[in-house]
């Protein structure tokens, strides 16, 4: 079974190392996973290569998500709620499924740490971060998502986008306007790793809140730094996130489930080194 990753660059990908663990706990001695460095003006002819060398399912990272969604026969509904795909099945009729298990990673990650139902959640950033994210945070009915973002516009069109799909009650603010506490905050803003704090008011970290930033890499973000100094109970970076969606895509193209903390603990083991 060949597997790969596609994107440019695509040399730091890290989903090659998570996804050949996957297969090492249901001993898939023909699992073939490996990356792809696709030409920026080139997706489509090097998907259409891959497929006609056997291969049955990818992920795809920056830039390439775009392209992936339009390559696709068709999408799941969170993926075209993301507008977005990350990863493609080929099915036996040589048609391709395209999905989006970002939120689903996300929210897996969440709940290793904190139940949703009936949470006040605050989701920072009206990008496509966000877009993907919102129907699987709405599908575990927390009391309420607001949404946001610098430019206040964004976050109320994004809010009213959604709001017909979704029963749990949505709204859209910028960020001087974000009123109340909550009880999970999360960063889906593109400034995951500058030095600036984002102007948010100190009192939406509400007690024992958790705080979710999307980015991970060596130390601590601004973000993070702010919540914690903000009296956050619990602070997150999305290393979790990148294994969750993972295992989303795994059990996408095998149907099997695979453990994430194995895996997990040794991408965090690296990452620390």
Known sequence: MR???????????????????FAAQFDLPDF??????????????????FIAQSGVGCNITMPFKEDAFRACTRVTERAAAAGVVN?????????????NTDGAGLVADLLRHTALA???????????????????????QPAGIVIANR??????????????????????????AIAGEFDVVINATAAGFDAAA???????????CVAYEMVYGKGETAFLAQARAAG????????GMLVCQGAESFRLWTGLTPDVEPVLARMRAELTA
Do not use: H, M, W
Request: net charge neutral; glycine share 12%.
């Open 3 to 21: 597997f790969a990753v596609f994107g440019n660059p695509i040399a730091q990908s890290r989903s090659p190392l998570i996804q050949t663990a």
């Open 32 to 49: 073939d996973y490996g990356r792809i460095l696709a030409p920026l003006d080139g997706f489509a002819a090097a998907l259409r290569e």
């Open 87 to 99: 990863t493609i099945r080929v099915e036996t009729d040589g048609t391709l499924l395209g999905d």
């Open 118 to 140: 009936g949470k006040r959640i605050l989701l920072l950033g009206a990008g496509g971060a966000a877009r993907g994210v919102l129907l699987p945070l709405a599908a575990e």
């Open 151 to 176: 430019t206040a516009a964004k976050a109320e069109a994004l809010a009213q986008e959604f709001s017909g799909q979704i029963a749990t009650p949505l709204a859209g603010a910028g960020f001087d």
């Open 198 to 208: 984002l102007p948010l008011p100190a009192r939406v970290f509400a007690p024992g």
């Open 232 to 239: 956050a109970k619990t602070c997150l970076d999305g290393l």
